[in-house]
Structures are given as C-alpha cells and as structure tokens.
C-alpha cells in the first residue's frame, strides 16, 4: 500500500490567510482542494510537501453564480459533480457539464474541483509511477533525474496536459481569478498555461487560482469529445473542443477548435479556424478543418494507445465535434 508522506495540515478561513500559509511555506507548501491529484502524486512520492493547505471550505471558492454582464463565475473550490448537476450550467452551458461529466468515476467527480482540473499536473508513462518503478529506470526530468524517456536528446520535458476542462475553457474564452501576495489579478485561459511539461503553469510563486469567468454563449455553439481507453474513467489520450457562432443563414462567422492531452499544453488549432469561417457546417468544411486541425498535433510515446493511431483520430473526433455544432 501506498502512503502518504508526513505533512502538516492548514486550514486557513480565507483566501488571503491561504496565500500567506503558502508564502511562508514557500516551496515546501502546496494548496489542496479536492486531493484527486496531489494525493496521489504524494504517495508516489512525486510531489512532497512539507506543509499542505486546504482551501476546499473557503466560501468565496465554492459558489456558481452569474454577473451584471450575463458573465458565469464558478468558484475553484466548485465540486466536478456539483458543476455537471448545476441547472444554470446546463442550461446555458451545456458543454460545461458535458465535458465535467467525462472525468473519472461519480465517486471522484465529488472530491474533484473545476479548478484542480484546470491545474492538473502534466502526466507521462514514465512519470505516473511508483517511486520504486521510477528508482529503476534513474528516474526522469520531470522529477529527480536529469533526461526525458520520451524524448531523451531533448532539453525539457514532454509530459502531456490532461486535463478536460483546459481545452473548453481555452475554446470558450474563459478567464481565471488568482490572487497571490502581490494582489488580485485577472488572466485568459489559454495564459495560465504553457508548453513544457515541468513548468506548465505561468501562475506566479505563491498564487492561488479563486475563480473561473465564463463569457455567455450568446447563440454559439460548443462542444467538447474525448479519447480514452475505458468509457468509465480513464484520463483523455486526446480531448477536442470546438466553439463557434453561425448567423442566421448558417455561415460561420467564428470559430475555435482547441486540442487537449496532445502537448504540454492546450493547442489552439488556429490555421483548421480559417477553413470554417465564412462557410457553412457542410461536410467539405468540416473535413478540410479537421484534417488542418491535426498538423499541430505531435503525439509522443507518453500515454496510452500508440503514436500513430492517436495523431489518426485527431482529424476523427475534430469532425465528430464540429458536425455536433450543426444540431446543438
């Protein structure tokens, strides 16, 4: 049986009382919500925090609820299960839901939060591993040693961003909330990550992320498709989300098609955009996007399936995805 390592616990009443705990922990603190990742990290010895800060019962992290301008604001500390139940959710964003719903087991999506989905550690065949495991292959970059098996001439790390609200919330345009010891401030989804599988975040030393910021639809359309080995609860080998807005005589005036768990980052295919706007949903559209969608695509051998069969299903599910805008 795994254990955990020994820890301290804090349990901090605000957020601001939070970001001081992780200031004065410093490398040694890490903030926790649900536990489905950090846990579990910690077991394999992957991630070993001295000091653990619990942020799960902060109010101000656990509610859903609209602004002024239509705007949806869900609150990081918001269970997976409660965002796929909550009626305003499913009724203004579905996909929302329908991607929250792909994620492991009913039993996790309880313990889960939206925002340590967002912030989901990179995965990797020879990182997700035992410590022992790991020990007998000398370890690898992302933790303890000094190469990459994936990619051993390369100079940093191809661990793959998994995580299947990333992608959604790049396509929608969302925005996160963090404060740290520096203040409060507001950044776009797609600028909270970056493509290097150790340092994958651009969140600053010490931030905490609060909140998640959805525009509304507004007539658009959105959906998101996922690739994985079981039905039940396997982690995406290739998540798709796609957005766009049609006016009323069905052309696509804009678009966006964003890839998952197929970088160290969520890859906007902004060259597949440029073959749907100014066109309808027609079959020839569609496949010319999803076939253009693929190029930046570059599986490597660091998750399940192989290599060439993933890059294949790349153009399948972006023409899966984009062919349900046309009924949504």
């Known amino acids: 049986m795994l254990r955990l390592p ?4 804090k349990l901090p009443a605000t957020a601001a009382e939070a970001v001081r705990f992780k200031r004065e922990a410093g490398a040694q603190g890490a903030y926790v919500a649900g536990g489905t990742d950090l846990y579990p990290n910690m077991k394999r010895r992957q991630q070993t925090p001295r000091v653990v800060i619990d942020i799960r019962r902060l109010p101000e992290l656990g509610t859903i609820a ?18 796929i139940r909550d009626p305003l959710v499913r009724r203004s964003w579905p996909v929302l839901a329908q991607a929250a719903a792909t994620i492991s087991t009913p039993l996790l999506q309880n313990m889960g939060t939206v925002g340590g989905n967002l912030l989901l550690d990179t995965r990797c065949n020879y990182y997700d591993q035992s410590y022992e495991w790991r020990q007998a292959i000398d370890f690898c970059m992302k933790k303890d040693g000094a190469i990459c098996w994936v990619a051993p001439s390369s100079p940093r790390c191809w661990a793959v961003q998994s995580s299947d609200l990333a992608p959604v919330m790049v396509a929608l345009e969302a925005k996160v909330r963090v404060v740290g ?11 909270l990550y970056q ?42 080998v290739l998540g798709v989300a796609t957005w766009a807005r049609v006016d009323q005589a069905g052309v696509v005036t804009d678009a ?27 079959d020839d559209a569609v496949d010319q996007a999803a076939r253009t969608a693929a190029r930046p695509a570059k599986p490597l051998d660091n998750t399940d399936f192989t290599i060439g069969w993933r890059k294949e299903m790349v153009p399948v599910f972006v023409r899966r995805s984009l062919l349900s805008l046309r009924t949504t």
């Open 195 to 236: 493509n290097d599988g150790i340092d994958y975040l651009t969140l600053r030393p010490d931030e905490l992320l609060t909140a998640i910021e959805i525009p509304p639809l507004g007539g658009a359309r959105a959906d998101y498709q996922k690739l994985r080995r079981r039905g039940a609860f396997d982690f995406p």
């Open 66 to 83: 609209t602004a002024s301008d239509g705007t949806l604001v869900i609150g990081a500390a918001v269970s997976l299960s409660r965002l």
């Open 6 to 9: 020994p820890f301290e616990l």
């Open 256 to 282: 966006r098609v964003v890839l998952g768990a197929v970088a160290s980052y969520p890859v906007v295919c902004g060259e597949a955009v440029k073959a749907l706007v100014g066109q309808r949903l027609s």
């Open 181 to 191: 010891p520096e203040g409060a401030r507001t950044i776009p989804a797609a600028a």
